[in-house]
């Protein structure tokens, strides 16, 4: 069982908005600290916003006051609400549980226990 689905992805215009969802179909959903990262073509996978298990959000300074991490326990699902999108924003969303750090290592490696698959999100100018 896949424990990570993402939906949501497409393509928009500048200054558009989307929403992703990533449903956790294992576990105790309400003890997780969730994350989403995105990849870009060329580019080290990067941090965009984390939520702990008490509702507390981090963004990347990159997204702040643009982008909304929220989650819902009945629905084990947690969500990006995306606004103002840019074309810089495109990439591979992937979301994560059991993240210790929005920040990824200088190698390229991202401290989270589990991913999903990806969905992907092009904004086009």
């Known amino acids: 069982q896949v424990p990570l689905v993402e939906s949501g992805g497409g393509s928009v215009q500048s200054g558009g908005s989307l929403r992703l969802s990533c449903v956790v179909s294992?576990?105790?959903?309400?003890?997780?600290?969730m994350g989403w990262f995105r990849q870009a073509p060329g580019k080290e996978r990067e941090g965009v916003a984390t939520i702990e298990s008490d509702n507390t959000p981090t963004y990347a300074d990159s997204v702040k006051g643009r982008f909304t991490i929220s989650q819902d326990n009945a629905k084990s699902t947690v969500y990006l609400q995306m606004n103002m999108l840019k074309p810089e924003d495109s990439a591979m969303y992937y979301c994560?549980?059991?993240?210790?750090?929005?920040?990824?290592?200088?190698?390229?490696?991202?401290?989270?226990?589990?991913w999903g698959q990806g969905t992907q999100v092009t904004v086009s100018s």
């Open positions: 994560a549980r059991d993240v210790q750090s929005l920040s990824c290592h200088d190698d390229g490696y991202c401290p989270v226990g589990y």
């Open positions: 294992v576990g105790t959903f309400s003890n997780y600290y």
